[in-house]
């Protein structure tokens, strides 16, 4: 029986992988091991690890726990100063920073290269999965290199879906640089070594000529495109959400406002994606004050507020706090424009809402006649004057469900997206 070893450092980690776990451990096809580093956040997991725990006596092992004392010194300080670093394109007095941070970075990566041959020597793994985006990690890249080096597979599973169909889906920097900035920059950017591949990316359908060759993945060079494995999302599944409900998540039922007004959620994304500011904190504006709404907002999970101030959300409810899950059984009406959390509304049979004023990408939803476009926020308002009855028949469930079965599932059934997820991961 094979060895999986699944490393986990977030809550989109957990609850993307955590659908596979189950079944494999289910149906007895392959020993887990679940390792998560010190810089993980997984607070907000408690639920689904509980879960992996009461049900399959599955726990996490701290991967980096038996690291060298010196070489954890080390890394604080490196990741301290990388934290400064981060802040150099505003702060030019902190460009020093940026630049020692690029000198240091080829010992961080042949001290961890050093830490983590040892650890793997102890671990015994068929296959070792990531996160994708994890590879470019200190960490992430040493794991690929080690793999590569003594024959273990080494992937990236998926840790959401890419709804956009343009390639342009980050807004291009408007900031302007001094030359010697410039110069700085254009020195730190050379010295950057060449990024490492997992062996095979396990993604949603349609990926690979959409997120992985948009902007969002600039350094990924088309040539390793082979590599991305386009199956499904097991995470967004009818049969996983069902059993997700009933046996993993524990959170109380969500209720807000007026029983008789339309309960209406809006799930916020970066506004790096092409989102208009404007146009968006005029929209929570308007729907904070109608009357025949309850208005509640969802800022992204990993984003938060970042670049919105709270103040913005004028009146709105801020949700930031309540899961996903819970608020997707509340509404009466979704409005989403950069979050796959739309395959969750859709599989709890809530109307969907584009609003294409907030943003300039396209996405699957729109162009697979799968929700209701409102083209201005009069457009908008208008959709919301109507009963909650209407908005639900001003959807075309025929495409919606087409829609499901070809993104989530990929065309076929549960059994079939999960066999073909497995057999991805442990065949050569």
Not at 138 to 167: E, P, R, S
Not at 217 to 231: G, P, R, S
Not at 290 to 306: A, E, Q, S
Not at 361 to 388: G, P, Q, R, Y
Request: proline residues 2%; hydrophobic residues 35%; positive net charge.
């Amino acid at each position: 029986m094979k060895n999986i070893t699944i490393f986990i450092d977030s809550y989109n980690d957990v609850d993307h992988i955590l659908p596979f776990i189950d079944y494999v451990l289910l149906n007895q096809k392959a020993n887990i091991f679940l390792y998560t580093t010190k810089i993980n956040n997984l607070s907000s997991c408690k639920d689904h690890l509980y879960y992996l725990k009461n049900t399959y006596g599955l726990t996490t092992i701290n991967y980096d726990q038996n690291f060298s004392r010196k070489y954890s010194m080390f890394m604080n300080m490196y990741l301290k100063l990388s934290d400064f670093s981060h802040k150099a394109k505003q702060n030019s007095s902190l460009l020093p920073f940026l630049m020692l941070l690029t000198w240091l970075r080829p010992i961080a990566a042949y001290l961890t290269q050093q830490e983590v041959n040892k650890a793997q020597k102890d671990i015994c793994s068929s296959v070792i999965m990531m996160d994708f985006g994890k590879e470019l990690s200190l960490n992430g890249t040493a794991i690929v290199k080690y793999g590569q080096k003594n024959n273990v597979t080494v992937l990236g599973y998926l840790h959401g879906f890419g709804i956009y169909t343009n390639l342009d889906t980050l807004e291009k920097d408007r900031s302007v640089l001094s030359p010697i900035k410039t110069f700085i920059l254009k020195i730190v950017k050379l010295s950057r070594v060449d990024r490492v591949y997992f062996d095979r990316y396990l993604v949603g359908v349609d990926q690979r000529n959409t997120l992985y060759s948009s902007s969002q993945m600039a350094n990924f060079n088309k040539q390793y495109l082979y590599k991305v494995l386009e199956i499904g999302v097991p995470r967004f599944t009818y049969e996983w959400i069902n059993k997700y409900k009933k046996h993993v998540v524990h959170s109380n039922r969500f209720t807000y406002g007026d029983n008789d007004r339309i309960n209406v959620v809006l799930f916020m994304s970066h506004p790096q994606y092409n989102v208009n500011l404007d146009q968006l904190i005029a929209t929570i504006d308007k729907l904070s004050s109608c009357n025949n709404i309850n208005f509640v907002c969802k800022p992204h999970t990993r984003n938060g507020l970042d670049r919105i101030k709270s103040e913005w959300l004028n009146g709105g409810y801020d949700a930031s706090k309540i899961n996903s899950l819970s608020l997707s059984s509340w509404a009466d009406v979704g409005i989403v424009y950069g979050s796959s959390i739309a395959f969750q509304l859709l599989q709890d049979k809530v109307p969907l809402i584009m609003p294409k004023y907030i943003h300039t990408n396209t996405t699957i939803f729109e162009e697979n006649d799968a929700c209701i476009l409102a083209n201005n926020l009069n457009d908008l308002m208008d959709i919301l004057s109507h009963s909650k009855e209407d908005v639900f028949d001003m959807v075309d469930h025929k495409s919606i469900n087409n829609l499901i079965k070809h993104y989530v599932y990929g065309d076929t059934n549960y059994n079939g997206l999960m066999s073909n997820f497995y057999h991805s991961v442990v065949d050569k």
